[in-house]
């Protein structure tokens, strides 16, 4: 094994770079599936079944196959509808909506978690349901899904790199395209590989600090 | 299409159903050596077993795939097969998920059936064999369920490195047609069919399994909880999640 | 290992006794003792369990440790059956060291192996059954003469018939334990410890986990089982009447000393210490 700091220095702008872009697609993928998975799960608690059965058919297809091809079908099939833009973006809109119907079952776990005698006290109040949701149940719910949502946010970190699949340019592409160029794949995808480590493992451990102060 | 082409996503299915297969076999390999490994007395397992855990959750499963595709041929200097190569990361990958899985069936015996083993003087060896596993492994399965679906879609991240399984054989199939929308919702539908399966079979062993150790099965859910593939399991990758635990 | 051990009466041990007075119980005629505790010192934390325990058991006595809830009598079998380690003082069972061994004249923890062939003496009764759920009744009972002792398995299967008729549950072989009554579970709990032949026999609370109405049973068994077998106990109970019908000797445990030892008749009818007759005429 020969490893060549020389090769790392030229490999790190690019490395940078891609780090910016992963980061990005990270947070606005999270943002995206945060608020997409609260529709599935107040439309999944809805009592008319015709919302309750497709929605629930919609979130498993979705959850049940990869994220990769569900990336493939939206590259090229949203511009055959006439919707244009840029990978990153088909990226982003893809890994958001496949990691909402985990965080669905968050927020649904969640709801359910509060105890019932909660709702009845609510009604027993007379508070109207808004009320109920905002001032009762969500506070109670969301100290349970904090750090769980902050879990799938590791994951999400991690399946990142399935967007070099339609050319979007985040660390590993980066190092796939610097391997392309200059023959050199040892330095640049052992950076990778590490920096997902070095970020994923403090987040994750952080993540069981939050469940220990929230739930318990 | 043409029917050439539909053969050649049918050949696909076939190379996802091994990998899906052997990455299983390797990963439930690696589990279970890893997860007790995890509970020794000896603090020398325990901090290889962590650390693995550690390092494999820790890493983005494509990219330890390219690193065993590009950097390991150059620095060490060993060629694999691709198909093996795919099945080594994604066994050792998913292996790692599934080791917290059989730490946490371990874990959750309760402490007293380990103390009656000892007061039989059983070996700790055979306290696991007979006493704790047996009770572990059916609490395991709905996880390892919810993993082996997670496996099956991982298992598309091959086709990125050229391994001819469901969605190479779509790009192929796009690329010589430009039907997109019509082939990817197609590969899309045979992805969920197969993790509808897969649940199936699972849920026979599980029920099997319990009814094996005394246990009732389990209820099986009407025609909405046949659809929905994970009726009673709550979070799925929840374990999938962090590097740490 | 220098001591053999013949079935269930087991053999008087090769260490001399040097009881300790007024603490050691009465010796079975020929100063032979089965168990032994020197200057054991078991601490939770900053709360001390057993303060400097000295006591000795004869083989075939029954010998039932009474007191209060927290006294530290629960933590003598548990510290018999290794599940909780001495932190000073030495443990021997039939005359060997029990959580030592002597490498060159020295004492050292022993290893796994050694502490498991002397535990092989030893058998245990749990409050809460503890068998194994995932095993039929009879497998709980021949698992580990199989597997510990190398047992055959028809021979294995012969003596747990045998102990499920003694046991009285000889329909049940064939079911699960969660299909049992808590007093059938304990029942085949006792069966399960018999089958490994122990030299002693340690019975926690046996009668607690009991509703009321199932407790008798139990009890007539362990009485049966105590007049009719010389196998040596260490019982731990609240059930006084049955204390007094199998116990050679009754040990009152306070604050993780024993403050007052004798026969039941004795212990029971006349005790002198003030705690001890507070304490039985709260409980009985």
């Known amino acids: 094994m020969n490893w060549n700091w020389s090769v790392v220095d030229e490999f790190m702008p690019y490395f940078w770079d891609g780090v910016r ?41 979705i959850r049940n196959t990869p994220l990769l091809v569900q990336l493939f079908f939206l590259f090229y099939v949203l511009p055959e509808w006439g919707v244009q833009t840029s990978a990153l973006a088909t990226g982003i809109i893809g890994i958001g909506l496949h990691y909402s119907t985990y965080t669905a079952e968050v927020y649904r776990a969640g709801i359910e978690g509060v105890p019932a005698g909660q709702w009845e006290a609510a009604r027993a109040l007379s508070l109207p349901r808004g009320r109920t949701w905002g001032a009762v149940i969500l506070p109670q719910a969301i100290r349970r899904v904090v750090p769980a949502l902050g879990n799938y946010v590791i994951a999400l970190l991690k399946d990142t790199p399935m967007l070099l699949g339609i050319g979007v340019l985040e660390m590993l592409n980066q190092a796939r395209q610097f391997g392309a160029q200059t023959f050199q794949y040892i330095e640049p995808y052992t950076i990778v590989g590490i920096a997902f480590i070095l970020i994923s493992y403090p987040a994750s451990l952080f993540m069981r600090y939050l469940e220990r102060r929230l739930v318990h | 299409m043409t029917a050439e082409l539909w053969e050649a996503i049918f050949k696909g299915i076939w190379i996802t159903v091994q990998l899906t297969v052997y990455s299983a076999a390797l990963g439930a390999v690696v589990a279970f050596a890893v997860g007790t490994a995890r509970t020794s007395r000896h603090w020398i397992l325990r901090f290889l077993s962590g650390f693995y855990v550690a390092v494999f959750r820790g890493t983005s499963a494509l990219v330890f795939m390219f690193w065993l595709f590009f950097v390991v041929p150059l620095a060490f200097g060993w060629q694999f097969v691709p198909m093996w190569a795919a099945t080594l990361a994604l066994g050792l990958t998913y292996g790692a998920y599934g080791a917290e899985i059989v730490r946490g069936g371990i874990a959750a015996v309760a402490p007293a059936q380990r103390e009656a083993g000892i007061a039989l003087s059983f070996t700790p060896w055979q306290r696991m064999r007979r006493i704790i596993l047996p009770q572990a492994v059916p609490e395991m399965l709905p996880p390892f369920n919810n993993l082996l679906i997670e496996l099956l879609k991982g298992t598309a991240l091959v086709s990125l490195l050229g391994i001819p399984d469901i969605s190479f054989e779509a790009q192929l199939a796009r690329l010589a047609t430009g039907q997109s929308t019509t082939i990817y919702l197609a590969i899309l539908g045979m992805y969920f069919v197969l993790a509808f399966l897969l649940t199936r079979v699972m849920r026979l062993l599980e029920r099997r399994a319990k009814a094996g150790i005394g246990q009732a099965p389990p209820k099986s859910g009407g025609i909405l909880g046949k659809l929905r593939i994970e009726e009673t399991e709550r979070s799925t990758k929840a374990g999938l999640a962090g590097g740490a635990q | 290992m ?26 079975s005629g020929n100063g032979a003792e089965l168990i032994r505790f020197d200057k054991v010192t078991k601490r939770f934390g900053s709360n001390t369990v057993l303060d400097d325990l000295d006591f000795t058991v004869a083989p075939g006595k029954h010998v039932t440790l009474i007191g209060p809830s927290g006294s530290g009598k629960t933590t003598i079998l548990r510290l018999l059956m290794t599940l909780v380690k001495p932190d000073e003082g030495t443990i021997r069972v039939d005359g060997e060291y029990l959580t030592h061994e002597e490498k060159g004249g020295r004492l050292v923890p022993a290893g796994e192996k050694h502490t498991r062939e002397i535990r092989k003496k030893i058998g245990m009764v749990f409050q809460q ?32 018939r045998e102990l499920v008729e003694l046991v009285g549950l000889t329909e049940c072989l064939d079911r699960y334990p969660t299909q049992l009554s808590g007093g059938q579970q304990q029942r085949v709990a006792i069966a399960r410890a018999l089958a490994m032949r122990p030299q002693v026999l340690l019975l926690d609370e046996v009668t607690s986990a009991l509703d009321p109405e199932l ?54 009818s006349e005790p002198e210490n003030e705690r001890t007759r507070e304490f039985l005429s709260a409980v009985l």
């Not at chain 3, 008087?12 to 300790?20: D, I, K, W």
């Not at chain 3, 362990?222 to 000797?249: K, N, P, Q, W, Y």
């Open chain 3, 215 to 268: 407790v008798a049973g139990v009890l007539d068994l362990l009485r049966d089982i105590a007049h009719t077998t010389d196998i040596t106990m260490l019982c731990v109970t609240h059930e006084m009447g049955f204390a007094r019908d199998i116990s050679d000797d009754v040990l009152m445990f306070d604050a993780g000393r024993v403050i007052e030892s004798g026969p039941p008749e004795k212990i029971f």
């Open chain 1, 21 to 61: 872009v992963t980061l990005q697609a990270t947070a606005l993928g999270s943002l995206l599936s945060f608020a997409l998975g609260l529709v599935w799960a107040l439309l999944l608690r809805t009592p008319s079944r015709f919302v309750r059965w497709p929605v629930g058919f919609f979130v498993e297809f």
């Open chain 3, 129 to 160: 059954f503890n068998l194994f759920p995932n095993m039929k009744v009879l497998q709980n009972i021949t698992e580990a003469p199989v597997h510990v002792l190398g047992l055959g398995r028809d021979e294995a299967e012969e003596r747990a």
């Open chain 3, 2 to 27: 220098s001591t053999d051990s013949t079935g269930p009466t087991g053999s008087p041990g090769s260490t001399p006794a040097a009881s300790t007075p007024g603490r050691s119980t009465p010796g």
